[in-house]
């Protein structure tokens, strides 16, 4: 059974402006952002709002990357869809339901969820600042450095301390949201690891402004490495 929850406290966080101001801290390359995945729907009525505030979110803290990921089961009928609802992305929060969800296969629009630990109950007028602060205080992600050979195939080596780890290699084509900080999933797709690599032909590459490659554990689980091209 799907469920479909819309979590209306959104009004309450933009109203009340939410939460104390976090310190910005630069992102580096010895460490790769903290990456907020927000699920969320064009027909979610409480989604407007939160997009809003994580707009201004990710402007404020240079350390995040923010993903907008479109969900597909908030559509009303054939004529009446998210343009950007994509049914990986509704498959990726119910596999994150499972592990950490307070009850398998429920989840919830707007929801967000730091570096595939933590996940951001509401209200979140209250909770988003520590989550924050949680995620920020993780141990850091390694470093990816994806390519793009000759024939188009992406590929990128597992750094030697992830390798042997249950993991699997996700790929994420990113496109800017309006003029914002903040990205928007436009396709996601598992990349096939052999030895110390991993391989994604070029025609299953997801399209985008961006790729975005993700080492995480299986479940899907905790992020423990990232690198953008």
């Known amino acids: 059974m799907r469920w479909r929850v819309a979590i209306l406290s959104w009004s309450m966080l ?3 402006q939410g939460y104390a101001a976090e310190p910005a801290t630069p992102a580096t390359p010895a460490r790769p952002p903290v990456l907020v995945e927000m699920f969320t729907s064009k027909y979610c009525p409480s989604c407007p709002m939160a997009e809003a505030k ?3 979110v990710a402007a404020a803290n240079p350390d995040l990357l923010v993903v907008f990921e ?3 089961y908030w559509d009303r009928s054939p004529t ?3 343009p950007h609802g994509l049914a990986e992305v509704t498959q990726r929060q119910y596999d994150y339901s499972n592990t950490l969800g307070k009850r398998a296969g429920q989840v919830f629009t707007p929801m967000p969820l730091i570096d595939g630990q933590i996940l951001v109950n509401p209200p979140l007028m209250f909770s988003w600042g520590s989550a924050l ?4 205080a993780l141990p850091a992600k390694h470093v990816l450095a994806p390519q793009v050979g000759a024939d188009g195939a992406l590929t990128v080596d597992i ?3 992830l390798r042997g780890r249950d993991a699997v290699v996700w790929v994420m084509g ?3 949201v309006d003029d914002t900080k903040v990205w928007r999933t436009t396709g996601l797709v598992e990349a096939e690891i052999k030895g110390n690599t991993a391989r994604l032909p070029k025609p299953m590459r997801p399209k985008g402004t961006q790729t975005l ?3 995480q554990e299986r479940g899907p689980g905790a992020v423990l490495g990232m690198g953008r091209i």
């Open 70 to 72: 479109h969900v597909d």
């Open 159 to 161: 750094p030697p301390a």
């Open 213 to 215: 490659v993700i080492v």
């Open 54 to 56: 994580m707009k201004g």
């Open 174 to 176: 990113l496109d800017p």
């Open 14 to 16: 933009v109203a009340a």
């Open 133 to 136: 602060e949680q995620g920020r």
């Open 80 to 82: 009446q869809r998210d």
